[in-house]
């Protein structure tokens, strides 16, 4: 494929930056990293080779009582509840600023871990964890309720308390950015809290925890425990003494953590999950920045993330135009090394998931979908793919209906705006969309006909703190970011006393 770069070049661990020294591999509990209880540890590997970086300590139930019981008395007897928000506040911007001072290193652990691209990760990830921080910690001192003027002699007043002890279950393919998209609201709140970072990206939160300890986070407030889904994970989910669990993954495993929320003492649940979503491209959109947005959509960290485009449909005018410009440009797209500045597409991040997405390839083949480019391997180590274009699909088809994970679109041709509109939301999903118009009309048509938790109008994956992101349908409940990102990990409670002999109500 023109323009890759060859993925057995990605072992040459000094061709592009100094790889980082692992520091930290334990579990850290209370303030303190420590072992595991059964003193077991797991590898994690590097996806650019297949290697092992390093081995980190596995925890498991006993290990998140542990953390749990940590969380528990910080929160019940502890002073981080009970600062003042300007206290907690200035703790958080301290904790911004000492990531600053390690993104670089921060930024390598996130590519040698998770196949993340190293340029973009210290010029956007990493700084922009630091902004999620400072959003939340502006807000730390301004959690008000509200006075209410009841219809009798009585007055009432509404307090916005933090929930208690939160477990945060982080994915794997955004380690930095999703981790502080929960921790850093949940801070600001008031709360306590146990991790779990994914297994197979651990390597990055616990460098945060240290870093937290540093800023002045009292001991217990932040846990990590890292460790397995099935075990670690199960554990939070289960655990009769955690009050919410905050969980970012799969639509499968979001209905266990519900099911274990139900089960143990119906904790409150926010989930984000899966997504299949449509970008619709009109006939009057400029076909080269559609081209661009549909590439980005679905290559963008390597197709995996949740909110990709991976279904793009086209309007009929204009088809045989773009089809010819995503091939060209698909072409250019550079595949290989990602600490290697020229490219732009890393490794899937390990090899269940690059089997996984080499599957469906052949679903799409099998099921009678046209491959337009793409559609192997590419280099003899890792886990690199070509970028992936089938054209000639149908809604039913496995690669149309199924979250595949990876840099695989679904190119699908629409003739009217009713008939795009009802084929998108022809989904169990309901997390983002695209829409490719210079219509006003037409774009405020679609983006509030299509069932989405997020709809862009010519752009896409533009993101803020200010913007709560979250779906609908399978795709879960809750958001992350904005003040609603803030108020899941606060309850309101009511307050009501009599008023005697007063002039008014």
């Given at each position: 494929?023109?323009?890759?770069?060859?993925?057995?070049?990605?072992?040459?661990?000094?061709?592009?930056?100094?790889?980082?020294?692992?520091?930290?591999?334990?579990?850290?509990?209370?303030?303190?990293?420590?072992?595991?209880?059964?003193?077991?540890?797991?590898?994690?590997?590097?996806?650019?080779?297949?290697?092992?970086?390093?081995?980190?300590?596995?925890?498991?139930?006993?290990?998140?009582?542990?953390?749990?019981?940590?969380?528990?008395?910080?929160?019940?007897?502890?002073?981080?509840?009970?600062?003042?928000?300007?206290?907690?506040?200035?703790?958080?911007?301290?904790?911004?600023?000492?990531?600053?001072?390690?993104?670089?290193?921060?930024?390598?652990?996130?590519?040698?871990?998770?196949?993340?691209?190293?340029?973009?990760?210290?010029?956007?990830?990493?700084?922009?964890?630091?902004?999620?921080?400072?959003?939340?910690?502006?807000?730390?001192?301004?959690?008000h309720g509200e006075v209410l003027k009841m219809s009798r002699e009585l007055q009432a007043y509404t307090l916005l308390e933090p929930v208690g002890v939160v477990g945060h279950i982080i994915p794997w393919n955004f380690p930095s950015t999703l981790l502080f998209a929960k921790i850093a609201p949940s801070l600001a709140a008031g709360c306590t809290m146990?991790?779990?970072?994914?297994?197979?990206?651990?390597?990055?939160?616990?460098?945060?925890?240290?870093?937290?300890?540093?800023?002045?986070?009292?001991?217990?407030?932040?846990?990590?425990?890292?460790?397995?889904?099935?075990?670690?994970?199960?554990?939070?989910?289960?655990?009769?003494?955690?009050?919410?669990?905050?969980?970012?993954?799969?639509?499968?495993?979001?209905?266990?953590?519900?099911?274990?929320?139900?089960?143990?003492?119906?904790?409150?649940?926010?989930?984000?999950?899966?997504?299949?979503?449509?970008?619709?491209?009109?006939?009057?959109?400029?076909?080269?920045?559609?081209?661009?947005?549909?590439?980005?959509?679905?290559?963008?960290?390597?197709?995996?993330?949740?909110?990709?485009?991976?279904?793009?449909?086209?309007?009929?005018?204009?088809?045989?135009?773009?089809?010819?410009?995503?091939?060209?440009?698909?072409?250019?797209?550079?595949?290989?090394?990602?600490?290697?500045?020229?490219?732009?597409?890393?490794?899937?991040?390990?090899?269940?998931?690059?089997?996984?997405?080499?599957?469906?390839?052949?679903?799409?083949?099998?099921?009678?979908?046209?491959?337009?480019?793409?559609?192997?391997?590419?280099?003899?180590?890792?886990?690199?793919?070509?970028?992936?274009?089938?054209?000639?699909?149908?809604?039913?088809?496995?690669?149309?209906?199924?979250?595949?994970?990876?840099?695989?679109?679904?190119?699908?041709?629409?003739?009217?705006?009713?008939?795009?509109?009802?084929?998108?939301?022809?989904?169990?999903?309901?997390?983002?969309?695209?829409?490719?118009?210079?219509?006003?009309?037409?774009?405020?048509?679609?983006?509030?006909?299509?069932?989405?938790?997020?709809?862009?109008?010519?752009?896409?994956?533009?993101?803020?703190?200010?913007?709560?992101?979250?779906?609908?349908?399978?795709?879960?409940?809750?958001?992350?970011?904005?003040?609603?990102?803030?108020?899941?990990?606060?309850?309101?409670?009511?307050?009501?006393?009599?008023?005697y002999n007063s002039p008014w109500l």
């Amino acid at each position: 494929m023109g323009g890759q770069s060859n993925g057995s070049s990605t072992c040459s661990e000094e061709s592009f930056v100094k790889m980082p020294t692992i520091k930290f591999t334990k579990l850290f509990i209370n303030g303190e990293f420590i072992d595991s209880v059964s003193g077991k540890t797991f590898e994690t590997i590097d996806p650019r080779t297949g290697e092992v970086i390093t081995r980190v300590a596995e925890g498991d139930k006993e290990d998140v009582d542990l953390a749990v019981k940590a969380a528990r008395a910080a929160f019940d007897h502890g002073p981080w509840p009970r600062l003042p928000g300007a206290e907690r506040g200035a703790i958080m911007l301290k904790f911004a600023d000492l990531i600053d001072e390690h993104t670089e290193e921060l930024a390598k652990l996130d590519t040698v871990d998770a196949g993340k691209l190293f340029s973009f990760g210290k010029a956007v990830d990493i700084p922009q964890v630091a902004q999620t921080l400072r959003y939340y910690a502006g807000a730390a001192d301004k959690i008000h309720g509200e006075v209410l003027k009841m219809s009798r002699e009585l007055q009432a007043y509404t307090l916005l308390e933090p929930v208690g002890v939160v477990g945060h279950i982080i994915p794997w393919n955004f380690p930095s950015t999703l981790l502080f998209a929960k921790i850093a609201p949940s801070l600001a709140a008031g709360c306590t809290m146990v991790v779990k970072p994914a297994e197979q990206s651990p390597l990055s939160a616990l460098y945060y925890a240290d870093l937290a300890k540093l800023a002045g986070v009292p001991d217990g407030v932040l846990n990590v425990i890292t460790g397995y889904g099935e075990t670690a994970g199960a554990a939070i989910t289960h655990h009769m003494d955690i009050d919410k669990v905050s969980f970012t993954g799969s639509s499968e495993v979001g209905r266990e953590v519900m099911q274990a929320a139900a089960k143990s003492n119906l904790k409150e649940v926010s989930l984000e999950l899966g997504g299949k979503s449509p970008l619709l491209i009109f006939d009057d959109a400029d076909v080269d920045m559609a081209a661009d947005l549909a590439l980005l959509g679905i290559l963008f960290n390597k197709g995996e993330i949740c909110m990709a485009s991976s279904r793009v449909f086209v309007q009929e005018g204009i088809y045989d135009e773009l089809v010819k410009k995503l091939t060209e440009k698909a072409k250019d797209w550079v595949v290989g090394d990602p600490f290697d500045p020229n490219v732009r597409q890393g490794p899937q991040v390990d090899k269940t998931q690059y089997e996984k997405i080499l599957t469906y390839i052949e679903h799409g083949k099998r099921q009678g979908a046209t491959l337009l480019t793409g559609g192997k391997p590419v280099g003899k180590k890792g886990y690199f793919i070509e970028p992936t274009v089938f054209t000639d699909v149908k809604d039913d088809m496995l690669i149309a209906t199924d979250e595949i994970f990876g840099p695989v679109m679904s190119l699908m041709k629409f003739k009217t705006i009713e008939e795009g509109i009802e084929r998108a939301n022809k989904t169990k999903y309901g997390l983002a969309a695209g829409i490719v118009t210079k219509n006003i009309n037409v774009a405020n048509t679609v983006s509030r006909s299509i069932r989405a938790g997020t709809i862009w109008i010519n752009c896409y994956f533009a993101f803020g703190n200010d913007v709560p992101v979250g779906g609908c349908k399978m795709s879960g409940f809750g958001k992350d970011f904005g003040m609603q990102g803030l108020h899941k990990y606060l309850h309101t409670k009511s307050v009501v006393t009599p008023i005697y002999n007063s002039p008014w109500l």
